[in-house]
């Protein structure tokens, strides 16, 4: 009883956001396991609105499924510490979008995609750029994280054109979308700060 009311307890965090994620990516792999489920794929060549959305809850296999999903909850974690449910799941969705948009651009014709991957790189990146200030600690974990994720993304673009069914270039979308998101609503409080000065 006396621990309970220790006031340096720290609150247990529940990630429910993060898990919300994980628990679709595994509900439409078990899905797609039992019934095709191709129809949500992104089709490059003629796609659908629908799925830009639904290909990054959908995986090949058992393997790209787990990778994707453990990469999800380390970072995924780390977002939604800083931003809230609501902001992971925003990041995921929007960095995924972007991930899907880049790949249907840049890689026209007979091509399905699907995966969380893109979303995920654009979280390995909002997870770093949410964390940069001037504290000790953020700094330790931006350097931490930024070598992670700097080489990852150099690995990609190093490895475009190789043909081992990876879309690289979604990965590479993933992350532009996760910097073009932290570098807008960061502006957008900037202008409102302003605006509230006035």
Do not use: C
């Not at 509900?27 to 797609?32: K, R």
């Not at 600690?137 to 190789?162: N, P, S």
């Amino acid at each position: 009883m006396l621990e309970l009311n220790r006031p340096d307890r720290k609150q247990e965090r529940f990630y429910n956001g993060v898990f919300a994620l994980i628990l679709i990516n595994l509900i439409l792999f078990v899905l797609d396991q039992a019934l095709p489920l191709q129809f949500l794929y992104l089709n490059h060549a003629r796609p659908v609105w629908y799925q830009f959305f639904t290909s990054m809850f959908l995986h090949a296999n058992w393997a790209h499924l787990s990778g994707n999903l453990f990469f999800l909850y380390i970072f995924g974690k780390l977002v939604e510490e800083e931003e809230g449910i609501l902001g992971v799941v925003a990041s995921y969705l929007v960095t995924g979008l972007g991930a899907n948009l880049l790949s249907v651009l840049l890689q026209p014709g007979a091509t399905l995609s699907l995966g969380a991957s893109g979303a995920v790189f654009g979280l390995f990146v909002v997870s770093v750029l949410i964390k940069l200030s001037w504290s000790w600690r953020k700094i330790l974990e931006v350097l931490i994280l930024g070598q992670f994720v700097i080489q990852q993304v150099v690995t990609e673009l190093q490895q475009v054109g190789l043909q081992d069914g990876v879309n690289r270039i979604a990965h590479i979308g993933g992350a532009l979308a996760g910097v073009a998101l932290i570098m807008g609503l960061r502006r957008l409080t900037h202008d409102k700060r302003i605006d509230s000065q006035l």
